[in-house]
């Protein structure tokens, strides 16, 4: 291919000497990939760009496909010229192998990169995706993650870290889960047990199981998050209607929760009152 298409608008150099379609562009652990194996073998690939590769949340304005940068973690006295795209940060730090053969920092000294990066929500959210063993078993117990923090003392960014492992929990499932608890902990309420399983009678002589996402089990008060699958998505809409037909039946009270509750959540704290909820 001729230099000057490659130096056009067509193309996008992640990293010097790599070219990918910028219509198209390969996905970030393609590119960290390329950058660690190839360019720097002693570059661990961290911050935001570690988070994603593992599916961590982030918000959206750090994800790869908006920034378009790739951040790495290098020892201070390395010298390597990586490319404007590349944001290079110099510490020492452990490493641990992760899924798609990529050398990242251990949670630990993640975590206390993402401090620099993030809010107190989003660290907290990060944290409860960590230590979730809802459906898998976690990157990190939060058991080991808490003693892994409460030995360190010199780390930068270790005090966020602290605050956030302290509020994280483990079975939490979702971003807007983690901001639910944390709303309702803020306005006085009690602590609702999370993702908390449950068998009903489907009315034909069988059982369903399911999982709610805050409850109040010995109040029988049931929260749900909605995001927009529960709006666009008909069949998770059905779902979604047969369940709360079927938790009604057993007596408990639903509280369904959307995007405008979190932002505005006047009415949903007063509701929960009006039913009870209880208070710390």
């Known amino acids: ?14 990293v010097p000497g790599y070219c990918t379609p910028a219509e198209a562009p390969a996905p970030v652990h393609r590119i960290a990939a390329v950058l660690q194996q190839d360019l720097c073998p002693e570059a661990l690939i961290s911050h935001v760009t ?6 961590l949340p982030l918000p959206r304005g750090l ?16 010298r390597q ?35 620099g990066m993030l809010g107190p929500l989003a660290l907290i959210q990060v944290c409860d995706a960590l230590v979730s063993d809802s459906a898998k078993p976690p990157i990190i117990p939060l ?24 509020a994280s929990r ?5 971003p807007k889960e983690t901001e639910l608890r944390l709303l309702l902990l803020r306005h006085g309420f009690a602590e609702p047990e999370i993702n908390l399983p449950l068998r009903l009678s489907d009315g034909g002589g069988g059982t369903r199981g399911f999982r709610l996402d805050l409850a109040y089990p010995l109040l029988r008060i049931a929260i749900e998050y909605d995001g927009d699958a529960h709006r666009t998505d008909r069949s998770q809409w059905t779902k979604d209607r ?3 037909d079927m938790l009604h039946e057993a007596g408990w009270r639903v509280v369904r929760v959307a995007q405008p509750d979190l932002d505005t959540p006047k009415d949903l704290l007063t509701r929960l009152t009006a039913l009870g909820a209880p208070r710390t």
Do not use: N, W, Y
């Open 170 to 174: 483990e079975r939490v499932e979702s």
């Open 50 to 55: 570690a988070a994603e590769i593992l599916g």
């Open 143 to 166: 058991t080991r993650l808490r003693t892994q923090v409460a030995a360190a003392s010199s780390l930068t960014g270790i005090t966020k870290v602290r605050v956030a492992v302290a």
């Open 1 to 14: 291919m001729h230099p000057r298409r490659l130096a056009s608008a067509e193309f996008l150099e992640p």
């Open 81 to 115: 010229r990586l490319g404007p795209r590349v944001r290079v940060h110099r510490r020492r730090t452990t490493a641990t192998i992760r899924p798609r053969g990529l050398l990242m920092p251990c949670p630990l000294d993640l975590l206390c990169g993402l401090a």
């Open 242 to 244: 047969r369940k709360d």
């Open 63 to 78: 994800r790869h496909a908006v920034h378009s940068a790739v951040h790495v973690t290098i020892p201070p006295g390395a």
